[in-house]
């Protein structure tokens, strides 16, 4: 029986941290070739489980602005919650510096650590699909 090798669970999801750097559109689209997405980010605990996983490497999620300044929005679709997630962001972010940060990552190993970067930039990235009851 194969156990989605790779693939990290934690409640009700698997998560794939991945070893190479991808730009933020080409990691999702990798996310997208396995059944999955860029993660989304919706409780503390899930922050936790992510940040610590990721340790202090910096890691692309699957958090972007609909057009250049519009709001953020969940790729995978989950809702996003303005007022629930101000507190993952790094104090002072996300500044979008030189007006060309639209997309964001874990870039520390704390429970405040997205930052918003540009979406060009190379980081490695961590993907997230549901599990599916027959796997476990
Ligand atoms: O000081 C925070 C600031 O740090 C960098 O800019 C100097 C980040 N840039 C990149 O990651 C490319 C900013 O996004 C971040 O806000
Ligand atoms: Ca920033």
């Not at 080409?26 to 059944?35: G, H, P, T």
């Not at 250049?68 to 679709?77: A, I, L, Q, T």
């Not at 629930?84 to 704390?110: D, T, V, Y």
Request: contains cysteine; hydrophobic residues 30%.
């Amino acid at each position: 029986q194969m156990i989605s090798q790779g693939w990290k669970y934690f409640k009700e999801n698997f998560y794939y941290f991945s070893r190479v750097s991808k730009t933020w559109y080409s990691a999702q689209q990798f996310c997208k070739s396995r059944d999955s997405h860029l993660t989304s980010v919706t409780s503390e605990s899930e922050q936790e489980f992510l940040y610590k996983t990721a340790g202090e490497l910096v890691h692309w999620i699957g958090l972007t602005k609909t057009g250049s300044e519009g709001d953020w929005y969940w790729v995978d679709d989950t809702p996003f919650d303005k007022v629930q997630s101000m507190r993952f962001w790094i104090p002072g972010e996300p500044n979008n510096a030189g007006n060309s940060e639209h997309c964001a990552n874990l870039k520390m190993s704390s429970l405040q650590s997205w930052n918003d970067a540009s979406c060009d930039s190379h980081f490695l990235f961590i993907c997230k699909r549901p599990y599916n009851p027959q796997e476990l």
